[in-house]
């Protein structure tokens, strides 16, 4: 045994079992609801297609349009996605929002009310926006109509003005949002991009930020603002009155969140306890590959947290 791993000879064992249980890897076992690993999986397999769930609780996944190659299936110990349409259909889950755990490979959220705790112990907080990863969609002003051309990439958005901007429109890319939370505290932040001439960008209007953009250059921007008295929230999204006509704007991980600090991008808890399918854009898959994936009906303490971080190590 090397560290936190069993080998017999040179070969590292992908599983252990004791009275048909899994006692190695040994992830935190209490709450834990599905629990895959893709280690030891061939394209050879007999049941290939089955992802099976090593928690006992028999919610095991099963996988669609895989084509069982070197691009799509079983490979190198981690099931990859060929980016298209390979998925895989998990049962129905019923997970608490306010309160569970998710894990992919070494990446961990514990979401507990409005906070969320990380694999490396930082507590961001909860994403009230869903499906904001690629850039949640930003609609013109709705007083002042004109066109916006949007169009949403692999891991963005794009938008343009494709008409000349005049002093009676309030912003060039806007959304509304709204929460009911009189007197809260709110951080809105999303990261921007263009190609072309530097301009000017700020969240929202009255602007009290201006940050300047670089050609070719992510930025994160933000800002910080309080709920009206009748506890209305209104994000009205991106504003650029000096971008060229046609230039592109380029964003990705919109983000609000309650208090006054923009903290890294998460996805909404309901992005996941919504969902019932894993692909490549699940949050947390890097080269559109899955080792392993943990989800847990409660949020696991910070002691809990290193165990199962150091267990995918």
């Known amino acids: 045994m090397l560290g936190e791993k069993i080998y017999i000879g040179n070969k590292e ?3 252990a079992y004791h009275k048909g249980k899994v006692v190695y890897p040994n992830p935190v076992k209490d709450g834990l609801v599905l629990w895959f690993d893709a280690k030891g999986r061939t394209n050879g397999d007999k049941y290939k297609n089955v992802w099976k769930d090593l928690s006992g609780n028999g919610n095991h996944g099963e996988l669609m349009n895989f084509g069982y190659t070197e691009d799509s299936g079983w490979v190198d110990g981690g099931l990859r996605f060929d980016g298209v349409d390979d998925y895989v259909q998990l049962p129905d889950l019923v997970l608490n929002p306010d309160n569970f755990t998710f894990q ?8 507990n009310g409005d906070k969320i705790i990380t694999e490396n112990g930082d507590e961001w907080g909860r ?12 609609f013109s002003n ?3 109509t004109y066109p ?19 002093q009676d429109m309030l912003s060039t890319f806007t959304l509304s949002f709204y929460e009911k939370q009189d007197g809260e ?12 001439e530097s301009c ?3 969240l929202s209007r009255p602007v009290a930020t201006h940050f300047l953009l670089e050609s070719e250059e992510w930025r994160k921007i933000y800002r910080t603002f309080e709920a009206t008295g009748d506890g209305e929230v209104r994000v009205q999204g991106i504003y650029s009155n000096d971008i060229p006509l046609n230039q592109p704007l380029y964003y990705k991980n919109y983000k609000v969140e309650k208090g006054s600090t923009a903290t890294p991008w998460t996805p909404a808890p309901e992005d996941i306890t919504e969902t019932n399918i894993i692909n490549h854009a699940t949050p947390f898959v890097e080269n559109n590959t899955i080792h392993s994936l943990k989800l847990y009906n409660r949020a696991l303490t910070d002691e809990e947290i290193l165990q199962n971080y150091q267990a995918e190590r």
């Not at 051309?149 to 005049?166: A, F, K, M, N």
């Open 200 to 202: 000017h960008v700020g």
């Open 127 to 138: 994403n009230l926006l869903k499906d904001s990863q690629n850039g949640v969609k930003l």
């Open 142 to 144: 709705n007083v002042h």
């Open 148 to 166: 916006i051309l949007y169009v949403q990439h692999d891991g963005y958005s794009e938008v343009r003005r494709i008409e000349p901007y005049t």
């Open 13 to 15: 064992i992908a599983r």
């Open 185 to 196: 505290t709110y951080t809105e932040s999303v990261e921007v991009m263009t190609k072309g």
């Open 104 to 111: 992919i490979d070494n990446k961990i959220r514990a979401f």
